[in-house]
């Protein structure tokens, strides 16, 4: 069992880099926005400050490294690369699903990357629905000891589980064990999907639960459905699995739908965001980070050197953004009245 699970790890990874993994007929939901360029900004392009925070840490960029791996040989290379470029520009580090750390002692050290990002905040990683087959609040307890992770977040993933070889599937009364979990843990617990989004109504529930976060993880790059397409035996599956290539609720429209349903909510933005554009647009839009995974995946893998130059390219187009609208720092990007509705 705990073999499959290594190798579903490193087919993860290998399946995330191809064409096909992305979502078919549908867009992130940016593309219906765009900021009215400010001519006149008063403002020194120097001066443009990233800095933000993420409950107690102080940050030097708005952006955070989104869930992606961990359990695989290849993970603990790319795990490396991200968690020691994000310690150096200051983004937050999310790590991959780390439920393998209880099921399995092999390359559990590719989760424990603290000693690369001393500084950073950390996230350690479950699927929500794990609660149902045998995860204990004891076992999360034991996650956040070995990965000294300053966060927890628990991945809402239903379609995936549907496609996946032996998927989990039953997601009922999870909401009570949830509460139940922000409770016992001593971190900040909060909530994301896989791309497939987060609307208002349920991030209602999540935080009258008590959730601290929700990265809404909509619509618009990989699809987790179609990943799990590709690794299908099962032709009846795969052929159903078609039909949801453009299955979720574009990125925007959740950080919409969920800044009306719960205004003081912490949101994090994630899915399809490609650009430092891509992610002025979502912090306009309500969301406090954003999160980049697939774009800087292959990066990863090469070497710490190309994972810096990416997040620097990120960051630039980011201030130039800013810039371009005359937004002095983050809190004045939140304000703006510069971005529309097109």
Request: net charge negative; aromatic share 8%.
């Amino acid at each position: 069992m705990t073999d499959s699970i290594h190798k579903r790890k490193s087919e993860h990874i290998e399946l995330s880099l191809k064409e096909e993994a992305l979502g078919k007929g549908i867009t992130n939901g940016f593309d219906k926005y765009r900021f009215i360029h400010n001519a006149l900004p008063e403002l020194d392009f120097e001066e443009i400050d990233l800095a933000t925070s993420f409950f107690d840490h102080s940050l030097k960029t708005p952006f955070l490294i989104s869930s992606m791996t961990g359990g695989a040989e290849l993970a603990e290379t790319i795990n490396r690369h991200l968690a020691t470029a994000a310690e150096e520009r200051g983004w937050i580090f999310a790590l991959g699903s780390t439920r393998v750390m209880v099921e399995s002692e092999k390359y559990r050290s590719s989760f424990q990357i603290k000693r690369y990002a001393p500084s950073i905040p950390v996230i350690a990683n479950i699927g929500a629905v794990q609660l149902n087959y045998g995860m204990t609040i004891d076992h999360c307890l034991q996650i956040l000891e070995w990965t000294e992770a300053d966060a927890f977040v628990l991945h809402l993933n239903t379609i995936q589980e549907i496609i996946q070889p032996g998927g989990d599937t039953n997601f009922s009364c999870l909401l009570p064990k949830i509460e139940e979990l922000v409770h016992r843990l001593s971190v900040p617990v909060g909530v994301k999907e896989v791309g497939f989004g987060i609307d208002g109504s349920v991030a209602k529930k999540l935080t009258e639960a008590g959730i601290a976060f929700i990265d809404v993880a909509g619509a618009g790059g990989t699809s987790w459905s179609q990943i799990e397409k590709l690794r299908s035996n099962e032709k009846i599956k795969k052929q159903a699995a078609e039909a949801f290539a453009g299955w979720g609720n574009p990125t925007a429209e959740c950080l919409v739908d969920v800044g009306q349903a719960v205004p003081n909510q912490k949101k994090l933005a994630s899915g399809g965001i490609r650009t430092g554009v891509d992610a002025a647009k979502a912090i306009a839009l309500g969301a406090s980070h954003a999160g980049f995974a697939r774009g800087v995946l292959k990066d990863a893998i090469t070497s710490i050197d190309a994972v810096l130059e990416w997040m620097e390219i990120r960051e630039l187009e980011l201030q130039m953004a800013m810039f371009g609208i005359g937004a002095r720092n983050i809190q004045a990007l939140k304000a703006t009245n510069r971005l529309k509705n097109i």
